[in-house]
């Protein structure tokens, strides 16, 4: 079984707070979208067409006024009874004429595109409903589990603290601890006397005790002789 040493939470809150911001971007930016194409589509179906609809009537009225400003040029003569020049009409009924194609291109685009553009947003729909469901329902999910992780290991954190306090004080002695091992260590050693009262020149080891050298021999050999005195008149009443 793999084994993971944690010290920190550190990273796991860090990646807990970016996985939160990309669902936020990730959430907006497919939310923006959906509503500009919507918008776009909307845009498209009805202002639009009914925009040049109303532009290509009124371009289709100003061909038919203008080419009636042209017959009534030809037709009719001046006061000489010449023929009326009809370049101006016939320049404005061109440019009616233009007015009206351009009107006539525009309607037809918005009839082509508008069924397009509303096919192109049902695919771009089903191509990012992955990611949809993946942000709404994934990511969340991945959040709680890193919670309780982050959970657990402070748990687990508020365990170990005691235990670490509790071995620290054994392996590192406070000061005071210290300075007594160290002068006791350094302090010099009483010197001893040979039984003359001499002091011994052979120093003693560390680990060996110190000689006890009695005051004085003469007690000693006095109590060694004294039960042989006692014993002597109890051997004459015997006898």
Avoid at 3 to 8: G, H, I, K, N
Avoid at 210 to 217: F, G, I, K, L, N
Wanted: hydrophobic letters at 40%; charged letters at 30%; one cysteine or more.
């Amino acid at each position: 079984m793999a084994e993971a040493r944690v010290e920190s939470t550190d990273a796991i809150k860090a990646f807990r707070r970016a996985l939160i911001r990309f669902a936020e971007l990730t959430n907006s930016a497919l939310t923006d979208a959906e509503s500009d194409a919507g918008q776009t589509l909307m845009w498209l179906e009805t202002e639009q067409r009914s925009y040049w609809q109303n532009n290509l009537r009124k371009a289709t009225e100003l061909v038919s006024r203008c080419e009636d400003a042209v017959r009534q040029k030809k037709i009719f003569k001046d006061s000489s009874g010449r023929p009326q020049s009809a370049v101006d009409e016939e320049k404005a009924l061109a440019k009616a004429k233009r007015l009206k194609e351009h009107a006539e291109e525009k309607a037809a685009n918005v009839k082509k595109y508008a069924p397009r553009l509303h096919r192109e947003i049902l695919l771009y729909k089903g191509q990012v409903q992955r990611l949809a469901t993946f942000v709404a329902a994934d990511v969340p999910a991945a959040i709680q589990k890193l919670d309780k992780i982050v959970a657990t290991l402070d748990e687990y954190f508020a365990l170990l603290a005691p235990v670490a306090g509790a071995v620290s004080a054994v392996t590192q002695p406070t000061g005071e601890v210290g300075a007594e091992v160290t002068e006791h260590a350094t302090a010099p050693r009483p010197e001893t006397f040979s039984a003359d009262g001499a002091p011994d020149a052979k120093p003693q080891a560390e680990d060996e005790p110190s000689a006890v050298v009695p005051a004085d021999p003469a007690p000693l050999a006095a109590s060694r002789t004294e039960p042989r005195d006692a014993a002597e008149p109890q051997a004459r009443e015997e006898h």
